[in-house]
């Protein structure tokens, strides 16, 4: 390999066939990444920039969902009247709503406009809806805004994570798309930050407006920086612009004469991906667009197909919706929004600070994952972590046997800390300290896991299906999302805490067999070789014999 990898590129054309046909047996997929773990030490500079630029959006996730907490208590009466409880679910789950829809549309459009148009879009919405929650005077407006605020946190979750996995050199790739994570996190942490400064001293009714308005200015920030980023390699190959993919790949890898046989490499190996992926769907392709005609509709309809119908793509699809889903339903998002609720209904005296052991909690432990996901990788990683969630939420659950709740789960509002709950001292109760460390437990163990592995979706997925297919597990992602928003309150009141949290232990538990079975280890893989290994099977058995 060592020989072919130092041979220069001589005229490379996607549609030179002599030369494509040195390509395909020239390019040993398995030896791609070995170079690469072999030359890349570190990832440069210019790597670092796009990752952070496009983590923006992770950012811009993280604050959005993360401030919704502080600002329904903040509101009062500044929307004309006092917000129902029907307002505030509405206000609350438009987000998640609209991110569910919109996500596999960006999936087309990053298809047809590239990777980062879409960033720069989902940019414009975040401004948009920032501005309008700011001046509104109606509840119908301000869930407009969070309406528009989901368009945007659907399309930036989807693509940023594509982009930065389309930009980063394999041996980075899960630690540069844990960083977009981080940036989730620390998002969540800066508005509960935000939000419990201005619920402590705003005071006065235009302070919320302030919280919701301040998500414009890093959309703003972002939209000036990725102007002046490049599209990924594989979008521009993808789109017959090889020339423009090399120079990417040149500011990726570093123009040292050392590193033009990695560029070459990798470069072969996207163009041998793309072309193998054109003609499998050729004909499948011809047949379409002679029952529908040439239309944007008729290529959508043909990638669907492609992607249900390929055992590869079909198995790709169900393990990275598997994550997705799993990353919701085990319930973390319950905390996240709910957590001062829960710790008002504990006795906790300060339940908005009290929660914010919950945001630090994940933030601190992302950074962890950052370090150990590309060593120990993500299978690994999961299989080890879930069971620790697990027995944090069955201690959860014993936690809340000893403890007597009030009737009714609201009664206890987040602002009313010196209800007769409050004023009972800690001291003397322990089961309180005891969800509060098993819910530490739970998430840290969250966040070294399932909190970042499933965002390295687009990983699983060749080429062609690889946006229509982030797309759609990043839908599963906020559908599960909405529902565990919905439910957990009812829940708690009608199973009892206990039974919720057993319920999520459970999920965790099915979810850990699932994974067990079905996903292989990807670590350290080139976006081309995970394909090859999902080809025929699960690739489980094959994957862990290379991780050895
Ligand atoms: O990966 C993120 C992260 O774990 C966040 O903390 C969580 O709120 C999101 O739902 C999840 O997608």
Aim: hydrophobic share 50%; glycine share 8%; proline share 4%.
């Amino acid at each position: 390999m060592a020989d072919t990898a130092e041979e220069p590129l001589m005229g490379h054309s996607s549609t030179n066939e002599d030369h494509d046909d040195d390509i395909n047996h020239e390019v040993d997929l398995g030896d791609v990444a070995l170079m690469l773990e072999k030359n890349l030490r570190h990832p440069g500079f210019f790597v670092w920039l796009l990752t952070l630029s496009a983590g923006i959006s992770g950012l811009l996730f993280g604050y959005d969902t993360g401030v919704i907490s502080s600002t329904l208590v903040s509101i009062n009466r500044s929307l004309g009247r006092p917000l129902t409880t029907l307002d505030k679910s509405l206000i609350t789950s438009a987000t998640a709503l609209f991110a569910l829809l919109v996500s596999p549309v960006s999936g087309v459009l990053a298809d047809r406009l590239g990777r980062k148009k879409v960033v720069l879009v989902a940019d414009v919405a975040f401004i948009i809806g920032a501005v309008v929650q700011a001046v509104t005077t109606s509840v119908a407006v301000m869930i407009l805004g969070r309406a528009i605020v989901g368009v945007a946190v659907g399309a930036g979750s989807f693509v940023a994570p594509l982009y930065i996995a389309e930009l980063s050199p394999a041996p980075f790739r899960g630690r540069l798309m844990t960083l977009n994570v981080l940036c989730i996190t620390v998002g969540q942490v800066i508005a509960y930050i935000v939000g419990w400064a201005f619920v402590q001293w705003g005071g006065e009714a235009t302070g919320w407006r302030w919280i919701v308005g301040l998500g414009a200015a890093p959309a703003g920030v972002q939209c000036l920086v990725m102007f002046f980023m490049p599209e990924t390699p594989r979008w521009l190959v993808m789109v017959d612009r090889p020339g423009e993919a090399r120079q990417v790949l040149n500011k990726v890898f570093g123009k040292g004469s050392e590193v033009q046989p990695m560029v070459d490499v990798v470069l072969r190996a996207i163009e041998t991906e793309v072309r193998e992926e054109a003609e499998a769907s050729m004909d499948r392709r011809i047949s379409s667009v002679k029952e529908q005609g040439d239309s944007w509709l008729a290529g959508s309809k043909d990638l669907w197909v492609e992607l249900l119908r390929i055992g590869g793509n079909r198995r790709a699809l169900t393990i990275a919706c598997l994550l997705q889903g799993l990353q919701q339903l085990c319930g973390f998002n319950s905390l996240m929004y709910f957590s001062a609720t829960i710790f008002t209904i504990l006795g906790f005296s300060s339940p908005t600070l009290t929660s914010m052991s919950v945001a630090l909690t994940n933030f601190v432990m992302t950074c962890v994952a950052l370090i150990l996901v590309d060593r120990v990788g993500r299978r690994r990683i999961l299989l080890y972590s879930i069971p620790i969630m697990a027995v944090g939420l069955l201690l959860c659950a014993v936690g809340f046997l000893f403890i007597s709740l009030p009737a009714d789960l609201n009664e206890d509002n987040p602002s009313a800390s010196d209800s007769a709950w409050a004023k009972i001292p800690l001291s003397e109760r322990t089961a309180p300290l005891l969800v509060l460390v098993s819910i530490m437990l739970y998430v840290g163990a969250y966040a070294l896991g399932l909190g970042n592995v499933p965002w390295m979706q687009s990983e699983l997925f060749p080429l062609n299906v690889r946006s229509l297919g982030s797309g759609l597990s990043t839908s599963i992602n906020w559908g599960a999302n909405f529902i565990v928003g919905l439910t957990f309150l009812p829940m708690m009141e009608l199973l009892t805490p206990a039974w919720t949290f057993v319920i999520y232990a459970g999920v965790c538990t099915v979810g850990w067999l699932c994974i067990w079975r079905i996903y292989p280890e990807t670590k350290g893989l080139s976006l081309e070789e995970v394909g090859v290994l999902l080809a025929d099977d699960w690739g489980v058995r094959e994957s862990l014999k290379r991780a050895d």
